[in-house]
């Protein structure tokens, strides 16, 4: 059973910078997986933010895009996601999420990263306020 446990957030300014940490078990280094992170504002509908795959292809949301830094070590099943100069409205629950790569994929992985649904295993969130 895949178990994800999320760290690092907490309350900071703007400007600052933040790093987040999820830790990955039931998987082993040999798994081929993706892992990335979403999140959602208080009042609104959780949004993709960054994601790495099998291949260590990176993904990321408009919103964030030059700013977060998505990174993984195979070797301790954890990713990461340093998030700098954070806005207001960045503040939300983080949650790190994984997918397995599956045998046959009907669609790209490249084209569908961002939809939730596309992910079956979710970490308990690690909430991030970012005051102005």
């Known amino acids: 059973q895949v178990h994800l446990v999320e760290s690092g957030g907490g309350s900071v300014q703007a400007g600052d910078s933040l790093r987040l940490s999820c830790a990955a078990s039931?998987?082993?280094?040999?798994?081929?997986?993706?892992m990335g992170w979403f999140r959602r504002a208080p009042g609104k509908e959780r949004e993709f933010v960054a994601v790495v795959d099998w291949s260590e292809g990176k993904y990321y949301s408009d919103s964030v895009k030059g700013r977060f830094t998505i990174s993984r070590d195979n070797a301790e099943n954890t990713v990461y996601l340093q998030m700098n100069t954070l806005k207001p409205e960045d503040t939300a629950v983080y949650y790190c999420?994984?997918?397995?790569?599956?045998?046959?994929?009907?669609?790209?992985?490249?084209?569908?990263?961002?939809?939730?649904?596309?992910?079956?295993?979710w970490g308990q969130g690690t909430p991030v306020t970012v005051s102005s």
């Open positions: 039931g998987v082993t280094s040999s798994t081929n997986y993706a």
């Open positions: 999420t994984l997918r397995k790569k599956p045998r046959v994929q009907v669609i790209p992985f490249s084209n569908n990263y961002m939809f939730s649904s596309l992910y079956k295993y």
